[in-house]
């Protein structure tokens, strides 16, 4: 008695022999092979196992209906339940209004933008209102330091100018005196005295002369320098 191998697509099975195989409910579509056969085939291809194959049913073909053409016509008249009329009234609507929403979307959108530049902008000129008003304030205080400095400096030079004219004034009353003195020195030596010779006296007329012309050069450096003391003195104030 033959044996078969059966295939269910994945990996073989068998032998089996008729009894067998009765039990597998093969179809004729089943692919069978035995000892002596040069490949597979299927077992409505063995005359042998025709007897024993399962029987199956053929396909159900589909039912087609025609809908009367009532009801085609009701059916094109409407959609979606809703008479064609009232459906592209509800679409246009529905359009207008997905056009409005996307609209005042829109709108808000740049208004929200338009704000928030704004709101930057204001931001920016309260920022550089604040810096101008600092640089203003700083650049008062650094005027108002230059101002003291200048005020300390001048009131330095005006105390070191008066202190040198009351010096000048002393060494001009001092130089005045000696020149008195150096005077009465000359008049002295131009009299004519006992014990002395001509030569001491020519000596000492020189010498009182040249106190005098010594003095009154000192005098006059020491006015000059004076009235120039008074010229700066005068700027100052």
């Given at each position: 008695?033959k044996t078969y191998y059966l295939h269910d697509g994945n990996e073989n099975k068998g032998p089996f022999d008729l009894q067998e195989l ?216």
């Amino acid at each position: 008695m033959k044996t078969y191998y059966l295939h269910d697509g994945n990996e073989n099975k068998g032998p089996f022999d008729l009894q067998e195989l009765k039990s597998k409910n093969i179809t004729r579509m089943t692919p069978v092979w035995c000892s002596g056969m040069d490949d597979w085939k299927t077992a409505g291809e063995v005359e042998e196992l025709k007897g024993i194959l399962a029987t199956v049913p053929p396909p159900i073909k589909p039912f087609i209906t025609f809908p009367s053409k009532e009801k085609n016509k009701g059916s094109f008249q409407k959609i979606l339940g809703l008479s064609r009329n009232n459906f592209f009234l509800a679409t246009g609507a529905l359009v207008l209004f997905i056009g409005l929403l996307v609209t005042n979307h829109l709108q808000e959108s740049r208004k929200n933008k338009l704000e928030q530049k704004n709101n930057q902008t204001e931001k920016n000129n309260e920022q550089y209102q604040l810096q101008q008003k600092e640089i203003q304030e700083q650049k008062k205080r650094i005027a108002e330091q230059e101002s003291l400095e200048m005020e300390r400096a001048a009131k330095e030079q005006k105390q070191s100018l008066n202190n040198r004219i009351s010096e000048i004034k002393n060494s001009i009353t001092v130089n005045y005196s000696n020149l008195r003195k150096a005077k009465d020195e000359l008049t002295d030596a131009s009299d004519f005295q006992f014990l002395r010779t001509t030569d001491q006296r020519i000596e000492d007329i020189d010498s009182a002369q040249n106190n005098i012309a010594y003095l009154k050069n000192e005098i006059a450096a020491l006015e000059n320098e004076l009235d120039l003391l008074y010229l700066k003195l005068e700027k100052i104030r």
